[in-house]
């Protein structure tokens, strides 16, 4: 792609001396012949209390993201219709909450067990998955961890993941390293993810960027779902 390596949000808060170290890790960056875009925890508990500063109602929302995840809404959007125009499968990856499963016996942490709202883990309206759309479980922080994702992207032929949601720190980050390691070319939305936290949000895409996933912008995933024969073609 044409822009520098580094052209993207960390600008203002990784050194001259992390760039220089960080280095080798330079590439030239690309979006498969065949991608997936895989929607990582778009559900309503990260959006509660409203497109407001996330330190007014942290308190009274704690799973909260708010103007952070807000100001993603119409960017994700953007995104899904590109991928659905370009014929390219949505795969929209939540929560494991049926009782059935049991996921909260085993707990690996001592976090503070919060109460949430019933559809706390729905995906939001917004994104309402289509009939054709393929919605995951997961039991943990990757959306491949206990779930079915790696046999639904082997079986639709998919060689490059394309990742969206939250958070950039947590779902997001296990999401693209489990990607790579299951041997899918990864790509990560710098515009199309969040966090509770901006510097955490850039750390975390800086270091996914050099490690994990090309971290692209939206306007060049846009640009190349729109023209490419070859995705409009799988």
């Not at 103007?67 to 990856?93: F, T």
Request: charged share 25%; with cysteine.
């Amino acid at each position: 792609m044409a822009r520098d390596f580094e052209d993207h949000c960390w600008k203002d808060v990784v050194t001259p001396e992390m760039l220089k170290i960080y280095r080798n890790y330079e590439r030239d960056l690309y979006i498969g012949k065949k991608p997936a875009l895989v929607l990582v925890d778009l559900y309503n508990c990260v959006f509660e209390g409203g497109n407001r500063p996330i330190g007014e109602i942290i308190e009274e929302f704690p799973n909260t993201c708010g103007e952070h995840a807000w100001k993603a809404v119409p960017r994700i959007l953007s995104l899904i219709e590109a991928a659905r125009k370009a014929g390219v499968p949505v795969i929209h990856v939540t929560a494991e909450t049926r009782p059935q499963t049991d996921i909260n016996s085993a707990r690996p942490t001592k976090r503070k067990k919060r109460s949430v709202a019933p559809d706390a883990f729905e995906i939001k309206d917004d994104f309402r998955p289509q009939p054709q759309d393929v919605v995951v479980y997961k039991r943990r922080a990757s959306g491949f961890f206990g779930s079915l994702l790696s046999s639904h992207l082997v079986r639709l032929g998919v060689d490059c993941v394309i990742i969206a949601g939250e958070t950039t720190s947590g779902c997001v980050r296990g999401t693209a390293v489990d990607s790579h390691s299951n041997g899918f070319h990864t790509i990560v939305v710098e515009e199309c993810c969040f966090d509770r936290s901006d510097l955490v949000h850039k750390i975390n895409l800086f270091d996914i960027h050099h490690k994990w996933a090309d971290v692209m912008h939206l306007d060049e995933v846009l640009e190349h779902l729109g023209r490419s024969p070859a995705v409009r073609a799988a």
